[in-house]
């Protein structure tokens, strides 16, 4: 009986990420959960933080608990954003709308930790941000370490890029790959102008 239960859940967790998917939808009711936050990325971010050169203005997407500035180098000026408002003097962006909220400017630094798994159209976004950030420092769960379909969809994410494409991803708005570093079944990555 619990196996069936589970095999459900699980199959109405895919088909709700395939619909987010196809609509270009976030998932609000998740992400405004204080419980989908977990510390366990903590190193993740601890990680990202050390890529951030000093003195930068940083915008982080999808700040959760606001854990980034602690790790920032010293004379870093932090925004957040996410997609409901964590306090702090959040920016409220959804990722998945056409357009960036107009209170989004330039920053010397854009910071994506757990984030570009959920957008439908990264190629978008980055094209997007391209000339507001000289610098993007992202992690992302690659295809390589994560190939079962139905294993991200599970997990809420909408997209499926190795290594590789993500590179090109980057690439094709001029940015550098000059950093990449595995963090439990992910890469952090750089990407410089």
Same mark, same amino acid.
């Given at each position: 009986?619990?196996? &069936?239960?589970?095999?459900? +859940?699980?199959?109405? /967790? @895919?088909?709700?990420?395939?619909?987010? $998917?196809? #609509?270009?939808? %976030?998932?609000?009711?998740?992400?405004?959960?204080?419980?989908?936050?977990?510390?366990?990325?903590?190193?993740?971010?601890?990680?990202?933080?050390?890529?951030?050169?000093?003195?930068?203005?940083?915008?982080?997407?999808?700040?959760?608990?606001?854990?980034?500035?602690?790790?920032?180098?010293?004379?870093?000026?932090?925004?957040? &954003?996410?997609?409901?408002? +964590?306090?702090?003097? /959040? @920016?409220?962006?959804?990722?998945?709308? $056409?357009? #960036?909220?107009? %209170?989004?400017?330039?920053?010397?630094?854009?910071?994506?930790?757990?984030?570009?798994?959920?957008?439908?159209?990264?190629?978008?976004?980055?094209?997007?941000?391209?000339?507001?950030?000289?610098?993007?420092?992202?992690?992302?769960?690659?295809?390589?370490?994560?190939?079962?379909?139905?294993?991200?969809?599970?997990?809420?994410?909408?997209?499926?890029?190795?290594?590789?494409?993500?590179?090109?991803?980057?690439?094709?708005?001029?940015?550098?790959?000059?950093?990449?570093?595995?963090?439990?079944?992910?890469?952090?990555?750089?990407?410089?102008?």
């Amino acid at each position: 009986m619990m196996n &069936s239960i589970n095999y459900i +859940r699980k199959t109405i /967790t @895919i088909l709700g990420t395939n619909l987010r $998917k196809n #609509l270009n939808l %976030s998932d609000y009711r998740r992400w405004s959960r204080r419980s989908s936050l977990s510390s366990k990325w903590d190193v993740r971010t601890e990680k990202i933080g050390r890529l951030v050169p000093c003195e930068s203005t940083v915008i982080e997407f999808g700040a959760g608990r606001i854990v980034l500035p602690q790790y920032l180098p010293e004379g870093c000026k932090y925004t957040p &954003s996410d997609i409901c408002d +964590r306090g702090h003097g /959040t @920016i409220v962006c959804d990722l998945n709308q $056409k357009e #960036l909220p107009s %209170s989004i400017k330039r920053y010397d630094v854009a910071v994506f930790s757990g984030v570009l798994e959920y957008v439908s159209d990264v190629p978008r976004l980055i094209k997007k941000l391209s000339p507001m950030v000289d610098c993007i420092v992202a992690s992302y769960a690659v295809k390589e370490y994560t190939p079962i379909k139905s294993t991200r969809r599970v997990n809420g994410w909408v997209n499926d890029y190795s290594q590789k494409l993500v590179v090109r991803i980057f690439e094709t708005e001029g940015y550098i790959c000059d950093h990449i570093e595995l963090w439990n079944r992910q890469c952090i990555f750089r990407f410089i102008k």
